[in-house]
């Protein structure tokens, strides 16, 4: 099975966890940014599309690129639908004006913690080549706390060699996006009350946790191309 296969058969599941909370962390604030800055008429690519999109843009032209078929043929969302990897985009040079990744970039993993992070740099480069000038790219993400990403850098490839496909998510702070070959992103970290509850692990939509117990920051990487 592969792991785009693993979490779209979970679809459902994430959604719950969302309606249960996670809205006001992931998903509210960042909607609505991402709303007022999508202009009518864009042509828009959201990587790592998956089955349906959080956000609403009916003037503007979607395309959806998402490495699962099944995936892709669920989401009614975007106007164009492409299967591939984001590391290697079936898409001409300077062809869209905004390039989007809503929590996917923390998907795109190897079988090495290394690896990983060479392979978001490449997505990264892909959608810079893809967007036109003075187009921007977007990547909303989770960003670990800095005790968390040091646990998780020594002990993802472990956790990696144990399970296999079933485990395919690799957090990286803002430091690591800023040594990608398209410089420094301005970063917007988004905030909620810290009393808000939600369920950490979107398989468990009924474990519920305040905010301030969880690790992670919501942010936004955000470039501009020249």
Request: hydrophobic share 45%; glycine share 6%; net charge negative.
């Amino acid at each position: 099975m592969s792991a785009a296969t693993y979490f779209d058969s979970r679809h459902q599941l994430m959604q719950q966890s969302a309606e249960a909370g996670a809205a006001a962390i992931c998903y509210d604030q960042q909607v609505a940014l991402l709303e007022s800055i999508i202009q009518p008429g864009m042509t828009v690519l959201d990587v790592g599309c998956g089955p349906r999109l959080p956000y609403r843009a009916p003037h503007a032209w979607i395309i959806g690129l998402d490495p699962s078929a099944d995936s892709l043929a669920e989401n009614t969302d975007v106007d164009d639908r492409i299967v591939g990897s984001a590391a290697n985009i079936p898409l001409d040079d300077a062809s869209v004006d905004l390039a989007v990744a809503f929590y996917s970039f923390h998907h795109m993993t190897t079988q090495t913690f290394d690896g990983s992070q060479i392979r978001r740099e490449w997505a990264l480069e892909e959608m810079a080549r893809v967007t036109r000038p003075g187009g921007e790219i977007l990547v909303f993400e989770i960003s670990p706390w800095r005790p968390v990403w040091w646990g998780e850098r020594a002990f993802w490839d472990l956790a990696k060699a144990l399970l296999g496909d079933r485990f395919d998510v690799c957090f990286a702070p803002a430091s690591e996006y800023a040594r990608t070959p398209l410089g420094v992103p301005t970063v917007q970290t988004f905030h909620c009350s810290p009393f808000a509850l939600f369920p950490p692990v979107f398989a468990l939509p009924w474990l519920k946790i305040p905010r301030f117990l969880f690790p992670f920051d919501a942010v936004l990487y955000r470039w501009r191309l020249p």
